[in-house]
């Protein structure tokens, strides 16, 4: 069963229309539909086990598909405003995800989709819109992008209690490479606006958060797009984080230190900036840039 399914993907690798741009409205839908009908093959072969997995329990089938899956996922959301968890058009997958959230040890490793979009296009070499104007997709893309984190469908689980906690110490264990890091000069401003986003975090209300200084919404937006899922932190806390650092950036403006997803680099490239030394301070930026792509928030040593 496995096999069949595995070479009927593979013949289909070209479907899902993202790392091969259409070249017209014609061409978006047809590989769209075959899209569609190799998701409902996949589906009912997943709606033939006992349980919700590829076998009757969790297995080594299980491991193999969902990092696949779970980046088409993501990447179908952004770029072209289609929903693979969807309870409705494939109930066995959404089953399957659920199920899957259900262990530790997946959620351990899961992603978000703000992660995903942002590596995936310099692993496949692009990821491509449609041609056609899709509302849906503009509001997805925008919603990943800017917003509120809480509301995008890539984890279905209850928040844990101590997420923003979590996030919170994550800032303030790496608070001085963060700082370091970041492109805007002036670092006691840096580090001022940070330790804001922390209140903001604990005190969850933000009624007594401290006004940021001035221009902070480049430095506070320079940092949320480069929180990374799971490897700076789990995704509840990685949402709040996120959240946190607009809500402050907001208070000064809505100028944002870049827009674009590269197809040629990560933006968190470089790991420069975070070894032989940590948070001591021995850093020269002149060797960060040397590599042609952004520094590289790992906040996890």
């Known amino acids: 069963m496995l096999y069949s399914l595995s070479q009927r993907n593979n013949s289909h690798s070209k479907t899902i229309g993202l790392c091969y741009p259409s070249s017209s409205k014609e061409e978006e839908s047809s590989t769209k539909s075959r899209f569609i009908e190799v998701a409902r093959y996949v589906d009912r072969v997943l709606g033939e086990t006992q349980g919700p997995f590829f076998l009757d329990s969790f297995s080594i089938a299980d491991v193999v598909f969902v990092p696949y899956v779970e980046r088409m996922n993501a990447s179908l959301f952004f770029y072209k405003g289609f929903l693979l968890r969807d309870a409705k058009l494939f109930p066995n997958l959404s089953r399957w995800f659920d199920a899957l959230e259900t262990r530790s040890t997946y959620r351990g490793t899961q992603s978000d989709f703000h992660t995903h979009v942002h590596d995936l296009p310099p692993q496949m070499g692009g990821c491509y819109e449609g041609p056609i104007k899709n509302t849906t997709q503009e ?150 840039r040397s590599g042609g792509g952004d520094v590289y928030l790992d906040w996890c040593c």
């Open 139 to 288: 509001n997805n893309k925008k919603l990943v992008l800017e917003g509120p984190w809480e509301k995008i469908p890539d984890a279905k689980y209850k928040e844990p209690e101590m997420s923003r906690e979590l996030a919170a110490f994550r800032v303030m264990q790496h608070h001085k490479s963060i700082v370091r890091v970041n492109p805007v000069e002036n670092k006691d401003n840096v580090d001022e606006a940070l330790r804001c986003v922390v209140m903001k975090l604990l005190l969850n209300d933000g009624k007594d958060t401290p006004s940021p200084p001035r221009d902070s919404d480049l430095s506070l937006r320079y940092i949320r797009d480069r929180i990374n899922v799971p490897r700076d932190m789990p995704m509840w806390s990685a949402r709040r984080l996120r959240q946190a650092c607009e809500d402050v950036a907001k208070a000064c403006g809505n100028r944002s230190s870049d827009v674009s997803i590269s197809s040629r680099h990560r933006r968190d490239q470089n790991p420069v900036p975070f070894g032989h030394g940590g948070n001591s301070g021995e850093y020269d930026a002149s060797v960060s």
